[in-house]
């Protein structure tokens, strides 16, 4: 079966290394696994150049992994790649491109000898534990512009399925900073609330538009976080990796505060998550929002790095992932959100997708909690952005939206700091005493 190629924004990503930097760099580009980035990649080799070699790393064969034994001689180096490729190369218009170049870390190595010789164009795939576990005894080439690849965002989704009238349509509306109306609306949210049921996994996509059927997505898609966890067992033997990204959801479900980790482990001691995070991070499995000692603009320099909420990169696998004990037909988020019945303790569902959402428009993730003199409640913001010189405090909302206490006496507090105030929800567009009331399904395109 042929697999799809959709359309992805980071294919103007790769156009600008390609027309600006490629002479003097490699692409390395970062991501999950099945996230697209080697049919992207393989794409834009066979539109943007004369010829290309695309070599596998994870299915090739031992002729062309011996070739990096000594690439000294980069003549003949090449001349027996194109040899064992079958494919002729251009000098200036030819594109290699190293696919899971993790796998084989003297590949990478060479990277800086290639770009140097300057005949050819080089473009990299790395996902998972990558490239860190894999470059302890090579030189990493300084050479190399680094870009992420992110699962399909809303608007990708919508070019997928042929939607071209909804992308129009919430441009306009935001534009005009108006409603959509009843009918619209829901229309908006039916299609955005498909989008959460599938994700942005171009397999599950390319399922659902082949079959029609969310019981063969789901399957895609549990296979998909099978695959992680099996891959969470490289970085750690113990599968803690694998227990604490099975937790998101639960923590997530619970309102607490921070990432709890007896939700993942029973005993578990911080220390030991703390060693394992950033293994866990540069998977791209995961999305982390740090607590911020202090918002204002620049909270990275004051985050509480032993406080913080994970998120899945994909909400897709996150409803797969949130009753991956119960079969389809169980599986009451698929019912609730089909049917448009999405009851406020499934919420988290929608926060999980706007944290994917502000990643995917290149925001680091913040959040802030604090207390209330007259009683024990924590009055929390879901996310801080900066823009500017100020923070933009957001607040996701499933129900009641009327209710908006922490955002309230956030910004008391912080009147001087505050830019936008955003309330995120289910309803349609509404502008009332300084907050932006935004449907979800506007928030991609702000």
């Given at each position: 079966?042929?697999?799809?190629?959709?359309?992805?924004?980071i294919?103007?990503?790769?156009?600008?290394?390609?027309e600006?930097r490629?002479?003097?760099?490699?692409?390395?580009?970062?991501?999950?696994?099945?996230?697209g980035?080697?049919t992207?990649?393989?794409?834009?080799?066979?539109?943007?150049?004369?010829?290309?070699?695309?070599?596998?790393?994870?299915?090739?064969?031992?002729d062309i992994?011996?070739?990096?034994?000594?690439?000294?001689?980069?003549?003949?180096?090449?001349l027996?790649?194109?040899?064992?490729?079958?494919t002729?190369l251009?000098?200036?218009?030819?594109?290699?491109?190293f696919?899971?170049?993790?796998?084989?870390?003297k590949?990478?190595?060479?990277?800086k000898?290639?770009?140097?010789?300057?005949?050819?164009k080089?473009?990299?795939t790395?996902?998972?534990?990558?490239?860190?576990?894999?470059?302890?005894?090579?030189?990493?080439?300084?050479?190399?512009?680094k870009?992420?690849?992110?699962?399909?965002?809303?608007?990708?989704?919508l070019?997928?399925?042929?939607?071209?009238?909804s992308?129009?349509?919430?441009k306009?509306?935001?534009?005009?900073?108006?409603?959509?109306?009843?009918?619209?609306?829901?229309?908006?949210m039916?299609?955005?609330?498909?989008?959460?049921?599938?994700?942005?996994?171009?397999?599950?996509?390319?399922t659902y538009?082949?079959?029609?059927?969310?019981q063969?997505?789901?399957?895609?898609?549990?296979?998909?976080?099978?695959?992680?966890?099996?891959d969470?067992?490289?970085i750690?033997?113990?599968?803690?990796?694998?227990?604490?990204?099975?937790a998101i959801?639960a923590?997530?479900?619970?309102?607490?505060?921070?990432?709890?980790?007896?939700?993942?482990?029973?005993?578990?001691?911080?220390?030991?998550?703390?060693?394992?995070?950033?293994?866990?991070?540069?998977?791209?499995?995961?999305?982390?929002?740090?607590?911020?000692?202090?918002?204002?603009?620049?909270m990275?320099l004051?985050?509480?790095?032993?406080?913080?909420?994970?998120?899945?990169?994909?909400?897709g696998?996150?409803?797969?992932?949130?009753?991956?004990d119960?079969n389809?037909?169980?599986?009451?988020?698929?019912?609730?959100?089909?049917?448009?019945?999405?009851?406020a303790?499934?919420?988290?569902?929608?926060?999980?997708?706007v944290?994917?959402?502000?990643v995917?428009?290149?925001?680091?993730?913040?959040?802030?909690?604090?207390g209330?003199?007259?009683?024990?409640?924590?009055?929390?913001?879901?996310?801080?952005?900066?823009?500017?010189?100020?923070?933009?405090?957001?607040?996701?909302?499933?129900?009641?939206?009327r209710?908006?206490?922490?955002?309230?006496?956030?910004?008391?507090?912080?009147?001087?700091?505050?830019?936008?105030?955003?309330?995120?929800?289910?309803?349609?567009?509404?502008?009332?005493?300084?907050?932006?009331?935004?449907?979800?399904y506007?928030?991609?395109?702000?």
């Open positions: 079966m042929k697999k799809s190629v959709f359309t992805r924004k294919y103007r990503e790769i156009l600008e290394w390609k600006n490629s002479d003097k760099y490699a692409l390395l580009v970062k991501g999950a696994r099945r996230v980035k080697s992207i990649v393989e794409e834009f080799a066979k539109k943007e150049f004369k010829s290309y070699i695309m070599i596998d790393f994870a299915h090739v064969s031992k992994k011996d070739l990096f034994e000594d690439t000294y001689d980069l003549d003949f180096f090449f027996q790649l194109q040899q064992l490729s079958g002729k251009y000098e200036k218009e030819s594109v290699i491109i696919d899971e170049v993790q796998l084989l870390p590949a990478r190595q060479a990277i000898y290639f770009v140097a010789d300057g005949r050819y080089y473009i990299e790395g996902s998972l534990l990558s490239i860190k576990k894999n470059t302890k005894d090579i030189l990493i080439p300084s050479e190399e512009h870009i992420s690849m992110y699962p399909m965002d809303f608007e990708e989704f070019w997928a399925i042929g939607d071209e009238v992308i129009e349509t919430i306009v509306l935001l534009e005009k900073k108006r409603p959509a109306g009843n009918a619209i609306h829901r229309n908006l039916r299609i955005f609330r498909l989008y959460m049921l599938i994700g942005g996994m171009p397999q599950a996509v390319e538009l082949e079959k029609n059927n969310l063969e997505v789901d399957e895609i898609k549990r296979e998909i976080v099978d695959l992680y966890e099996e969470f067992t490289k750690d033997a113990s599968g803690l990796a694998g227990d604490i990204y099975d959801p923590n997530l479900s619970s309102n607490a505060s921070r990432y709890i980790l007896s939700n993942a482990r029973e005993g578990t001691r911080s220390e030991r998550v703390l060693d394992l995070l950033p293994d866990i991070l540069s998977s791209y499995t995961v999305n982390i929002a740090y607590h911020a000692n202090n918002p204002a603009v620049g990275a004051e985050k509480d790095v032993g406080r913080y909420k994970l998120f899945t990169s994909d909400v696998l996150f409803v797969t992932l949130a009753f991956r119960k389809y037909v169980e599986n009451i988020i698929y019912n609730k959100l089909l049917s448009d019945k999405m009851e303790n499934l919420g988290y569902v929608y926060e999980n997708a944290a994917q959402i502000l995917a428009k290149g925001n680091n993730l913040f959040y802030y909690t604090m209330n003199n007259s009683s024990n409640h924590l009055y929390e913001i879901d996310f801080l952005i900066s823009t500017g010189n100020k923070i933009c405090p957001i607040e996701v909302k499933s129900g009641n939206y209710c908006h206490k922490s955002l309230d006496q956030f910004c008391d507090k912080f009147r001087s700091r505050i830019g936008n105030k955003y309330l995120v929800h289910t309803k349609d567009y509404k502008w009332e005493n300084g907050i932006n009331y935004i449907p979800v506007m928030l991609p395109f702000l």
